[in-house]
């Protein structure tokens, strides 16, 4: 029996974690949830999980929560906690063996540390992490034995593909020495992969948040649309696969069937496949080295009309350009790329900025701030926060201007 943490237990990487717990009820145990501000969905989860602690927001989403509790008698206590230092607490607990980050952006960056330094297994679904501090991230997994497995469906399936004698920690070890020539990091293309360029200054939030084949929120969508979302994951497979950038492929497979593929110095290609649910790389990364249930169907191959594969093309995805090239910049650009485009896409979401103008905050962002290096986790953050100014002040100057596509 594993006793695990879930670090955006409302979000739907999260409750995808409770469905493959819920399925191994003998295997896994719920020590603790966090949530941002749904109140509601966390009230559900506790009342059938029994954590012994939670954490929200703010102090007045723990009230609220706290009130909840005190109709349902039949619930043993819970310690209703709040705030970014509580997460921090429940991530190094040492109740808890194994912690799923799936805190959407930033704001994961410190509890997931937290849980590295406590020499957790990290499932790790905040792409964001690595994103912002791969270096000074991957030097404190190594430095505290920590565990990491990645979650999200492209690295679980790279991760697969692997040699297992390396798999556990082929973030130490240089993959051309196990005859790994190439990563081919896969992507549907999003919602707009047949749309004319010219028209996708249209887009509205309704339509970029439905995504084709997979299931997940609204910011994540999002990405996926612009393929930010896998130019964040060609960041981080760099870091989890001690890769370099021009060892990382991207290749368009509108599918969604294959995962991500491994490229062999032997002419062999090595694919993970499924069919497009969450669940499969969640339960893998719970159970690893075993497997266990996921309540994923079985790929259905006669079901497998097509498989087709294209190059990505920059001009309909700037942001991926963009991500390429923070990749080969170094960390300081890569925090000023998640940072920036954390700000457009909420803008866009809320009707304040058109959907080909994320790219163009972003890009400003890059321009105005550069690469600067960062050392600490403390530089991470305060580049971090430079570039949500300047994301923000171009906004507004912009709105003011009446410049912005809405």
Known sequence: MQSLCILGATGSIGKSTLDVVRKNPDLYRVESLTANSNINELLLQIIEFKPTRVVVVNEKAADQLSVKLKAHTEIDAVDVLHGEQALCQVAQDMNVDMVMAAIVGAAGLLPTLAAVRAGKKV?????????????????????HNAILLPIDSEHNAIFQCMPFDVQKSAYQHHFADQGVSKILLTGSGGPFLNTPISDLSCVTPEQAVAHPNWSMGRKISVDSATMMNKGLEFIEAKWLFNASAEDIEVVIHPQSVIHSMVQYVDGSVIAQMGNPDMRTPIAHAMAFPQRIDSGVKPLNFFECKDFTFTEPDFARYPCLALAIEACN??????????????????????????????????????????????????????????????????????????????
């Open 123 to 143: 499932l790790l679904a905040n792409k964001e992490s690595l994103v912002m501090s791969g270096e000074l991230f991957m030097n404190e997994v190594i430095r």
């Open 329 to 406: 910049q170094g960390q300081g650009a890569t925090t000023v790329l998640n940072a920036a485009n954390e700000i457009a896409v909420e803008a866009f979401l809320n009707n304040q900025l058109g959907f080909t103008d994320i790219a163009t905050v972003v890009k400003h962002s890059m321009t105005a701030i550069g690469s600067p290096r960062a050392e600490s986790i403390d530089d991470v953050l305060a580049i971090d926060n430079a570039a949500r100014v300047v994301a923000n002040e171009w906004l507004n100057s912009n709105k003011r201007q009446g410049y912005m596509n809405v």
